[in-house]
């Protein structure tokens, strides 16, 4: 027995010298394929530049492939990434045009717009931007194909960029939307409950129905309603003594989706 733990305890400092090493080569190994893959990445986007650019769908899956090695085009202002391609101008551009429409629209919504509307007032706005003004020529329908292809996913990687500076803007999800929030007014999740609800009631919606459908006590209910109304998120409207209350900026992006949906229809 006494042999045995001998021989263990002179071979313990070997084998904690091995296992260093082999960890050191393991390492070495993987910064050096991350190194190689990172040479094929920019490879890959200088072959693909145009599309990277110019379609919106590209332009998100090369992101995707950007993620896993660290490497981030949209931060990167001198070099290869921001040079070449620009990405980091484009969506700060774009973020600071996102900025404009949610301080114009403020008054109105109480600080909170969908990601849809602010991509439909940029869209009617006729909004320029790098990529999409890069070709140059072409008719004015071909203009506003071009201006079309800033797509929601666009805005929301801008806003989720001037999001690390501590701007204070910031994306949330309602329902199946996503809202833009530019205000430091903290949402819980009663209020995103309720917006929810008035989402599924055409832009409103009423005590009775979030009681109704959320079982919540009336003080509950009156709680989370009366900031929204506070913030300006939310409107009263009382007819023959019935309260609706209407959440613009969802109702807005009804109307919104059905415009888009017309246009589509056009093209």
Not at 35 to 52: G, N, S, T
Not at 127 to 132: A, E, L, M, P
Not at 193 to 209: F, P, R, S, Y
Request: proline fraction near 2%; glycine fraction near 10%; charged fraction near 30%.
């Amino acid at each position: 027995m006494r042999r045995g733990r001998v021989g263990v305890g002179r071979s313990g400092p070997k084998f904690n010298k091995k296992a260093e090493e082999i960890k050191a080569v393991s390492i070495q190994s993987a910064k050096d394929t991350v190194k190689k893959l990172e040479v094929k990445l920019a490879e890959f986007a200088k072959k693909h530049r145009k599309d990277i650019q110019k379609d919106p769908a590209f332009r998100q899956k090369f992101l995707a492939m950007c993620a896993p090695l660290g490497v981030d085009p949209l931060l990167s202002e001198k070099g290869f990434w921001g040079s070449w391609l620009g990405l980091g101008d484009f969506y700060y551009e774009l973020a600071v045009k996102v900025a404009e429409v949610c301080l114009a629209s403020k008054s109105r919504n109480g600080g909170i717009i969908s990601v849809q509307e602010v991509k439909q007032i940029l869209r009617q706005r006729n909004t320029k931007f790098k990529f999409s003004s890069s070709s140059g020529g072409g008719t004015a329908k071909d203009q506003q194909h071009q201006l079309a292809k800033v797509t929601k996913e666009d805005i929301i990687m801008a806003i989720s960029k001037v999001g690390k500076l501590g701007s204070g803007v910031r994306t949330l999800k309602v329902g199946e939307s996503t809202m833009i929030v530019s205000v430091p007014t903290e949402l819980d999740q009663d209020h995103m409950e309720i917006m929810a609800l008035a989402q599924e009631g055409g832009g409103k919606v009423t005590k009775e129905d979030v009681m109704d459908k959320t079982k919540w006590k009336r003080e509950r209910t009156k709680r989370a309603l009366d900031l929204l109304l506070s913030q300006g998120m939310a409107w009263l409207d009382l007819h023959r003594g019935k309260e609706t209350y209407w959440v613009p900026s969802i109702w807005k992006e009804g109307l919104d989706d059905t415009m888009e949906a017309g246009d589509d229809d056009d093209e």
